[in-house]
């Protein structure tokens, strides 16, 4: 158990509909990624938070967005759903904030889009 | 900009040692990782290297060379178990840990 929790584990919607998924970061972590993974494709990076701001961004789409909270929790926003928007979205966070520390996962949550 | 390259697949024997290779190209150099995932679980941490030279954790060792861009994990009498993908992933400057795309390995009876 890495420490860091999301919810939910699993999400099906429908093409055009928005979601939101959310992400706990282990206790003492001020920063938190999303990545995306489609079916046999690699992680990509899609958004950094530390400590409430935005750090840095990767291949995020303007349909997506994402904030942390000040009790540090993260929620990544998906709207306009498209069938290509299935993947599993993880979470990770860490310590320092420059990226270049160990990043400790949660489970994912596994969204079908239909 | 980061590119990093390892092999798509590997299949090694049970009981066997594999090495998997990852070579980078990156702007400035913080460390590199890897991370073993089975699929449809999350990416668990393995190893990491900053220096030059060879980190070992039971089964499991990591190498690094900085001047030649390039790094091996080792797995050494490999389980069925460790049927899985392992991604390389380089941190640099201030910027967020690169994943390489990952290596899936099958171990066979």
């Known amino acids: 158990d890495s420490g860091v929790t999301q919810t939910p584990k699993h999400l099906i919607t429908a093409t055009g509909q928005r979601v939101t998924l959310r992400c706990s970061p282990r206790s003492g972590d001020l920063s938190v990624y999303w990545y995306q993974q489609s079916l046999d494709q690699g992680l990509q990076f899609l958004i950094q938070?530390?400590?409430?701001?935005?750090?840095a961004k990767g291949n995020i789409l303007e349909r997506f967005s994402a904030q942390q909270f000040p009790d540090l929790h993260s929620e990544l926003n998906l709207s306009s759903l498209e069938l290509g928007d299935s993947a599993l979205y993880f979470c990770?966070?860490?310590?320092?904030?420059?990226?270049?520390?160990?990043?400790?996962f949660g489970p994912g949550t596994r969204l079908t889009v239909t | 900009g980061q590119n990093i390259d390892q092999p798509t697949e590997m299949t090694a024997t049970e009981g066997a040692i594999v090495q998997i290779n990852c070579t980078y190209q990156t702007s400035g150099f913080n460390g590199l990782f890897w991370y073993q995932q089975h699929a449809g679980e999350a990416p668990t941490f393995l190893s990491y290297?900053?220096?030059?030279g060879l980190e070992e954790k039971g089964r499991f060792s990591s190498f690094l060379s900085r001047s030649k861009g390039y790094s091996y994990l080792l797995l050494k009498e490999l389980q069925m178990k460790d049927s899985a993908s392992y991604l390389c992933a380089v941190g640099s400057g201030n910027t967020p840990l690169v994943f390489g795309k990952g290596t899936r390995l099958s171990v066979i009876a």
């Open positions: 990770a966070s860490s310590v320092d904030p420059s990226g270049s520390d160990e990043q400790y």
């Open positions: 290297n900053v220096l030059d």
């Open positions: 938070y530390y400590n409430g701001e935005e750090r």
